[in-house]
């Protein structure tokens, strides 16, 4: 079973700068593509930014994602941070997975972690 899950949300000043990780666990998978999306409060959940599971860095404006193969982690970094970058952020993994010799496509989501911005 894979499973995901956010971290490194909190309160934080605007202006400030803030990296959220996403962790994936499990067994026989593989990631194609991660993106980072967000639930501002009241609102429809949002693309932030992504990048295919390469690896290297992606910058989408003051988002950067990147990824750390040691530790089967993808990063969002998010700089000067405004009170509209408020809201909950989750990660979304794609690829593939393989149960029991068999090959399905994999796309899960993590539970998400809380980023409030201050003014």
């Known amino acids: 079973q894979v499973q995901v899950a956010e971290s490194g949300g909190g309160l934080v000043q605007a202006g400030g700068s803030l990296r959220l990780s996403c962790t994936a666990s499990g067994s026989s998978f593989s990631v194609d593509h991660t993106d980072w999306y967000r639930q501002p409060p009241g609102k429809q959940r949002e693309w932030v930014a992504g990048?295919?599971?390469s690896g290297g860095t992606s910058v989408t404006g003051r988002f950067t994602v990147s990824i750390d193969k040691a530790k089967n982690a993808v990063n969002l970094e998010i700089n000067s941070l405004k009170p509209e970058d408020t809201g909950v952020y989750y990660c979304n993994l794609r690829g593939l997975r393989n149960i029991r010799g068999t090959i399905m496509p994999l796309d899960i989501w993590g539970q998400g972690t809380q980023v409030t911005v201050s003014s």
């Open positions: 990048m295919p599971g």
